[in-house]
């Protein structure tokens, strides 16, 4: 479903990730595996329009959105949630989700799985966004995505902020829609987490894919072990 | 007194009408559109011309206002374009000195074109007593016009324009997510922008002639009506202007004009000394 | 030590790692000024037959110094003074109004019509600076300020003259009425504040202007009290403001609130000192020589020249960003060091 060959991006003439091949098939769910500074939200950020390409490739069902504006990719069925969430903070929850089937009025029933996935988005339906806990913004920002019943949802590092039952509970619900049919690119410091939904995994590095495989290949590798596992 | 609260009023409607445009444009792009006043004088002109070439009223109303729409989106869609790649404060200060030399550009051609041009709807008719006030026919008429714009922009916010423009303002960067595009609703917003101009313009001749010198009055009038409501906040401008509109009316009747102006002129200056987000700002 | 051409271009922002300038001896750091005030002296020689050209030249000299103030308090510290010409108005009209209605020596109306607008002008940047106000808080708090001191003017007739002006009689007899004189009385004015502006450049005071205009929280870390440096900088600018005024009341015997408006005064300064570079020594006065012939050359066009101004400030602030003098001082960079190479002078 996402070709990504070649990819190179950066900031100020400077490329902060390198010649990125990364694949997701339809149905799958992908991690990209790094620490601090590795790299994956300025992949993120490049693969959907929010940073401009220097080299490289991005494909998309087919279709060529290399460099394309970051709202049609979103129009184009890819829907991205950053880390910062970007949520309309004055807009009510339901407001919120609402706009994530821009430009149509949203289909009741994903309005109704996101309630069914994220019980207190629906307590909290009127509340304005700014006032919700860090974890209710993200399930928010994970909701509005998904209301959009996009293709591919990418979401970069969704534990952010969150206390760790938090954070389980959010990749349970990562795994419902994994179950659900729908395609996940998760980029995801905490590895463990991340392997445990995901089918395949990167491990970006500096910049550059050091190791790709199958979840429990990678899992097993020493030097991943070491490096992300904290395991000698 | 009432009679005075009753044309600040009408007054202050127009005011209100006024400083959204001048405010949504800021909590739009970050732009303080120095041109806004010359928009609704250019919308003025257009519409005295094709009133003295005998097009009916509506149609030369409908053509001013969209003379200045038109200005917008070429000014947005061109001199715009470098601001909008500026962030923050360089976004607001280029955005000034540019849209500052378009104002002068427009309005030193109107001043050449139509040296003693001027817009004066006469209404004719009674005047019309109102909670035991005569009214003008003219002054009802202004008035009926701001509300129904009022009212048009209140259900406008319903709609997906309305509700992109709201998303834009709030976050720009999740508006893109969601599949906005912030440079055509920035568009649709300048253009709109300048249409509202217009129509205070032709509303304000409803009642007192609108001079082709007007430009900068209009610009300082509007941006001191967006300051006090609230850079950013639509509301914030509607209720500002109707409160100094009052303010201006009851101060010209019982001091003057000149301190008038000057009260204006403080409230703006005080609302960013004193509380910065003005009324109803964030 | 690079081999710079001479100090008079403002460097862009240093790291606060880098110390002022090391002193250089008085005649590098100040001959551009001796230059100038040199070549602007011999201007009568041409033009002082024609008593409208004197006029006019006395009129550029005024709008020199006006531009001078603005750069020290914008182009040294970020404060948007929209209000330039209303506080050469204060200058104008108080020193005008104490020398004829209240009689009092022309010298003494000066002085204190100087010290008010110094006063009014460090007020505003106090206020801005305890308000913490930004770039466009400050502009959008002095534009109100200049319009409301216009409106101030046009309101209290019987003060000031109203819309009709007032003509000013204090300077009659003196020399203030040739023009020959005038013109160099204002030349050494200007000349005057170029040495300020250059001085300032060189002290404590313009290193902490440098500091604070690269990286405000940085220069406050580093010690700089940024709001008193603010406020220094809005006293002098004021204080050279309005005693230009009160000078220029007297000197053309009449003044009208148009004399100090925002759009003739403000949008001209703003204009020419962008053109000449925001924060170099010179920049004014090249800004000021440009557009005075300029405004003469436009003068028979009539309302096309207010759109000649708005072409030029949009032209201006899209692309000719740092100013004509930093331009031809980048361009002259490699001809100086040349030659400096072959003079073999020690860097």
Redesign the interface.
């Known amino acids: 479903m996402l070709e990504v060959s070649g990819l190179s991006a950066g900031y100020l003439g400077e490329n902060v990730v390198e010649g990125v091949d990364v694949k997701v098939g339809a149905g799958q769910a992908v991690a990209i595996i790094g620490s601090n500074g590795a790299g994956k939200t300025t992949l993120f950020r490049a693969l959907?329009?929010?940073l401009p390409v220097s080299a490289g490739q991005v494909r998309f069902d087919g279709e060529d959105i290399t460099g394309r504006?970051?709202?049609?990719i979103?129009?184009a069925g890819l829907?991205?949630?950053?880390a910062?969430?970007?949520?309309?903070?004055?807009?009510s929850v339901h407001e919120n989700l609402?706009?994530?089937?821009?430009?149509r009025r949203p289909d009741p029933s994903a309005v109704r799985l996101v309630f069914d996935l994220f019980p207190r988005l629906q307590e909290r339906r009127r509340q304005p966004a700014g006032s919700l806990s860090g974890g209710e913004q993200q399930m928010l920002a994970v909701g509005?995505?998904l209301v959009?019943r996009p293709r591919l949802l990418m979401l970069d590092e969704p534990t952010t902020g969150l206390a760790p039952k938090l954070a389980t509970s959010a990749y349970e619900a990562l795994r419902v829609l994994k179950e659900r049919g729908v395609t996940l690119l998760v980029a995801e410091q905490q590895v463990p987490l991340a392997l445990s939904v995901a089918d395949r995994g990167y491990v970006l590095e500096n910049g550059r894919i050091r190791f790709e495989g199958a979840s429990q290949d990678l899992a097993r590798n020493p030097e991943v072990r070491r490096a992300y596992l904290g395991v000698a | 007194m009432k009679a005075v609260v009753l044309d600040g009023i009408v007054l202050g409607l127009q005011f209100g009408l006024l400083g959204v445009g001048m405010t949504l444009v800021y909590g739009l792009g970050g732009v303080?559109n120095l041109a806004y006043g010359q928009m609704a004088v250019l919308a003025a002109m257009v519409v005295a011309v094709a009133l003295s070439g005998g097009t009916p009223a509506l149609v030369a109303a409908a053509a001013g206002l969209l003379a200045a729409a038109a200005a917008g989106v070429v000014i947005d869609r061109t001199?715009m374009l470098?601001v909008y790649r500026q962030r923050g404060?360089r976004r607001?200060?280029?955005g000034?000195?540019?849209t500052?030399?378009?104002?002068?550009?427009?309005?030193?051609?109107l001043?050449?074109r139509y040296?003693d041009g001027a817009l004066r709807l006469a209404i004719g008719g009674e005047a019309v007593p109102i909670l035991g006030v005569r009214m003008r026919v003219g002054s009802l008429w202004a008035t009926g016009v701001s509300l129904a714009v009022a009212a048009l922009l209140l259900a406008l916010r319903a709609t997906?324009p309305g509700?992109?423009a709201?998303?834009v303002i709030?976050?720009e960067?999740?508006?893109?997510?969601?599949?906005?595009?912030?440079a055509a609703v920035r568009t649709f917003i300048f253009a709109a922008s300048g249409a509202l101009a217009g129509l205070v313009a032709v509303t304000r001749s409803m009642t007192s002639p609108v001079s082709v010198t007007a430009g900068?009055d209009f610009t300082?009038l509007a941006?001191?009506v967006a300051?006090v409501g609230g850079l950013g906040s639509v509301a914030g401008a509607f209720l500002a202007g109707v409160l100094l509109g009052i303010v201006s009316t009851v101060s010209a009747f019982y001091i003057?004009?000149?301190?008038t102006?000057?009260v204006l002129?403080?409230a703006?200056?005080l609302t960013?000394?004193v509380r910065?987000r003005g009324l109803l700002g964030? | 030590m690079t081999a710079e051409p001479d100090a008079t271009v403002e460097s862009d922002a240093k790291p606060l790692g880098v110390s002022a300038r090391p002193p250089r001896s008085l005649t590098r750091a100040f001959w551009p000024i001796a230059v100038t005030g040199a070549a602007l002296a011999l201007a009568p020689l041409w033009l002082g037959d024609s008593r409208y050209l004197m006029r006019l030249a006395v009129d550029a000299l005024a709008f020199g110094a006006y531009a001078i103030a603005f750069n020290v308090i914008f182009g040294s510290t970020n404060q948007?003074f929209l209000c330039v010409g209303a506080l050469a108005g204060v200058g104008g009209y108080t020193s005008a109004i104490l020398a004829d209605r209240a009689k009092l020596p022309m010298a003494v109306g000066l002085v204190l019509a100087t010290a008010l607008a110094t006063v009014l002008g460090g007020f505003l940047s106090w206020?801005a600076v305890r308000?913490s106000?930004?770039?466009?808080?400050t502009?959008?708090?002095t534009l109100?300020?200049s319009?409301?001191f216009a409106?101030?003017l046009?309101?209290q007739r019987e003060l000031t003259g109203g819309e009709t002006g007032l003509v000013v009689s204090a300077g009659d007899g003196t020399f203030l009425q040739d023009r020959v004189a005038a013109y160099y009385l204002f030349l050494g004015m200007l000349v005057a504040f170029l040495v300020v502006f250059r001085a300032l450049q060189r002290s404590h005071i313009g290193w902490a202007f440098r500091a604070l205009r690269d990286n405000e929280v940085a220069a406050e870390l580093a010690g700089v009290d940024v709001a008193r440096y603010r406020v220094y900088a809005g006293l002098i600018g004021s204080a050279m403001l309005g005693i230009t005024g009160a000078v220029y009341a007297h000197s053309e015997a009449f003044i009208s609130p148009s004399t100090f408006a925002f759009?003739h005064v403000d949008?001209r300064v703003?204009v020419m000192v962008a053109f000449g570079g925001l924060g170099t020594l010179l920049g004014p006065v090249v800004g000021t020589v440009v557009f005075a012939v300029l405004d003469e050359v436009l003068v028979d066009v009539?309302?096309?020249?207010?759109?000649?101004?708005?072409?030029?400030?949009?032209a201006l602030?899209?692309g000719f960003k740092r100013g004509a003098v930093p331009a031809v001082v980048d361009f002259l960079r490699p001809l100086a060091r040349l030659v400096r190479a072959r003079v073999g002078r020690p860097s």
């Open positions: 959907c329009g929010m504006p970051a709202h049609r979103a129009r829907a991205y949630v950053p910062e969430r970007h949520l309309f903070p004055r807009m609402a706009l994530g089937a821009f430009p509005r995505a959009s | 303080l001199l470098p404060e607001v200060l280029l000034l000195l540019l500052l030399g378009v104002a002068f550009v427009i309005d030193g051609l001043l050449w040296p997906t509700r992109a709201h998303a709030q976050d960067a999740g508006a893109r997510l969601v599949g906005i595009n912030p900068f300082i941006l001191i300051v003057g004009q000149y301190i102006t000057i002129l403080a703006a200056a960013i000394v910065p964030r | 948007l206020v308000r106000l930004d770039v466009i808080f502009g959008i708090v109100t300020f319009l409301s409106n101030l046009l309101g759009g949008v703003l009539g309302q096309l020249r207010t759109v000649v101004y708005g072409l030029l400030i949009i602030f899209l």
